[in-house]
């Protein structure tokens, strides 16, 4: 009977303790970049995809472009760019917008930043699987993300170089 109030201390206690583990581990990976973004930026909500003339919203993980006219919001890339290689294209790191509407500079964007536009080189924060080589590039903490169309093994078939061969 002496034991009863220490075991209910101890179930208790343990209750707290898997809560607080469970409130951290889900708070985690929100808004985290991924893993083809160009290291080196921990405060960035958007990139701008010159390539592809298209955003990247880091926080909700989708990408907004424009479609008949009005701008789209979406986990995927957009259909004619699917075997655009994200790895490889060039990000730019937004700055210049106010709350949730960075296409709000599109022409400014489109402009300063045209298809095929390099600026300084980037790294990205993940790897990708070099073309006839057999390393991986950049850190190890690389987990693949679904939704990134062709730039993950495991999509249709794809090789990690977004251009659909095997």
């Known amino acids: 009977m002496k034991n009863i109030p220490s075991i209910l201390v101890g179930i208790l206690f343990m209750t707290?303790?898997?809560?607080?583990?469970?409130?951290v581990s889900v708070n985690v990976n929100i808004g985290a970049a991924?893993?083809?973004?160009?290291?080196?930026?921990?405060?960035?909500d958007y990139?701008?995809?010159?390539?592809?003339?298209?955003?990247?919203?880091?926080?909700?993980?989708?990408?907004?472009?424009?479609?008949?006219?009005?701008?789209?919001?979406?986990?995927?890339?957009?259909n004619q760019y699917r075997n655009y290689n994200l790895y490889n294209g060039y990000k730019v790191v937004l700055n210049d917008y106010r709350g949730t509407t960075p296409y709000i500079n599109f022409k400014t964007h489109k402009t300063k930043y045209y298809k095929g536009y390099k600026g300084k080189p980037q790294k990205n924060i993940g790897v990708y699987k070099v073309k006839?080589?057999?390393?991986?590039?950049?850190?190890?903490?690389?987990?693949?993300?679904?939704g990134n169309n062709g730039n993950n093994k495991k999509d249709k078939g794809n090789n990690g170089h977004g251009n659909g061969k095997n």
């Open 34 to 44: 991924p893993a083809w973004g160009p290291s080196g930026y921990t405060a960035v």
């Open 132 to 146: 006839n080589a057999n390393s991986y590039k950049a850190n190890k903490n690389y987990k693949s993300e679904p």
């Open 16 to 23: 707290y303790s898997f809560t607080l583990q469970a409130q």
């Open 47 to 78: 990139y701008y995809l010159p390539d592809i003339e298209a955003y990247y919203d880091v926080r909700a993980t989708e990408f907004i472009f424009l479609s008949n006219g009005g701008w789209i919001r979406s986990r995927n890339i957009p």
